[in-house]
Nanobody, 122 residues
């Protein structure tokens, strides 16, 4: 019921910046939480940052002070500004959303984008 399309990944040198964007579309009542997770080869998927519809944010300790998450509720988009990138930030970044969908009753589901590769060279 919710499709997430990411953009903005790529290759950057250490110390550089990238901006990821994600747009949600489909049939839903509201999107409560949007965010970003990442998965490096051989590692589990981990939280990067999330933001509620009210603007409350949550960041992984490893990205605090370097990454900034923002969202546009009217456009159902979320962005991640990544500064001072490090080689250890290299991963596939996944857009995430928790949305309320009307089935027989209103139910909340989690949705994932296809992922976008971020590679930081040293």
């Amino acid at each position: 019921q919710v499709q997430l399309v990411e953009s903005g990944g790529g290759l950057v040198q250490a110390g550089g910046s990238l901006r990821l964007s994600c747009a949600a579309s489909g049939s839903f009542l509201r999107i409560n939480v949007m965010g970003w997770y990442r998965q490096a080869p051989g590692n589990q998927r981990e939280l990067v940052a999330t933001i509620t519809s009210g603007g409350r944010t949550n960041y992984a300790d490893s990205v605090k002070g370097r990454f900034t998450i923002s969202r546009d509720n009217a456009k159902n988009t979320v962005s991640l500004q990544m500064n001072s990138l490090k080689p250890e930030d290299t991963a596939v970044y996944y857009c995430y959303a928790e949305a309320d969908v009307r089935l027989v009753i209103i139910t909340s589901f989690a949705y994932w984008g296809q992922g976008t590769q971020v590679t930081v060279s040293s």
